[in-house]
């Protein structure tokens, strides 16, 4: 299974752009990556994901590299309320079902300071 | 519609007690999830259910048992559990299921909360 690295925490300024790292060098051709993030207590939050292309919507931008081992998701202008714990996950087709695995990694905990 | 509701939110239960957590999402979705995950640590898979067919077990004792009675429910069973159970119990849900492509989100509710004395 492809696994993906994150730094454990990170820190951003109220207002700037947030910008998360992961490394998933062991990606496979038909695995897309995902960014789900998770507030306290709550109930992980998708965010975004990707296979090739970088992407765009509401809440954020995803970042894949050419070779697709690494990728960022970028924040644009974080709040506090964005303080959370972001994991960057490659969804897994496992073969014994094609139902794709969602495995979560250790994540990066990131703190918005006023 | 866009939730996945689960309950209870809280559930303290004894080492012989026999209790389940319920999960419901009326979005149409084809696959059902559940994810433990201990404090501080990220959410570890479960079970997958795939139109209404359990597709993935991650080697989770019998203690817990999973059911899905039909399309938009999904049950835990819960039974002769241990201390170390305690965990936030997470359902999720997604649209895809078997022979479906992956690429949809999965929608998470906000945990069942259990605590095994």
């Known amino acids: 299974d492809a696994k993906t690295t994150q730094p454990p925490s990170m820190d951003c300024a109220e207002g700037r752009a947030a910008n998360l790292p992961c490394n998933h060098s062991?990606?496979?051709?038909?695995?897309?990556v995902y960014w789900y993030r998770q507030i306290h207590s709550q109930g992980p939050q998708y965010i975004i994901h990707?296979?090739?292309n970088n992407e765009t919507n509401e809440m954020a931008s995803l970042i894949i590299t050419e070779d697709r081992k690494s990728s960022t998701l970028i924040l644009p202008h974080a709040t506090l309320r964005d303080t959370a714990v972001y994991y960057c996950?490659?969804?897994?087709?496992?073969?014994?079902?094609?139902?794709?695995?969602?495995?979560f990694g250790q994540g990066t905990t990131l703190q918005v300071k006023p | 519609d866009t939730e996945v509701t689960q309950t209870p939110k809280h559930l303290v239960m004894g080492m012989t007690n026999k209790k389940s957590l319920k999960c419901e999402q009326h979005?149409?979705?084809?696959?059902m999830y559940w994810y433990k995950q201990k404090a501080k640590k990220p959410p570890e898979l479960m079970f997958v259910?795939?139109?209404?067919?359990?597709?993935i077990n991650e080697s989770v004792p019998s203690r817990f048992s999973p059911e899905c009675p039909n399309s938009s429910l999904l049950n835990l069973h819960l039974h002769a559990l241990q201390p170390e159970d305690s965990a936030l119990y997470l359902c999720?849900?997604?649209?895809?299921?078997?022979?479906?492509?992956?690429?949809?989100?999965?929608?998470f509710g906000e945990g069942s909360r259990l605590t095994v004395l």
């Open positions: 979005m149409g979705h084809r696959a």
């Open positions: 999720a849900s997604s649209q895809e299921g078997l022979r479906d492509t992956p690429t949809g989100e999965l929608f």
């Open positions: 990707g296979l090739k």
């Open positions: 996950i490659v969804r897994v087709r496992p073969r014994s079902s094609n139902t794709g695995k969602l495995i």
């Open positions: 062991t990606i496979s051709g038909n695995e897309y």
């Open positions: 259910y795939s139109y209404e067919k359990l597709s």
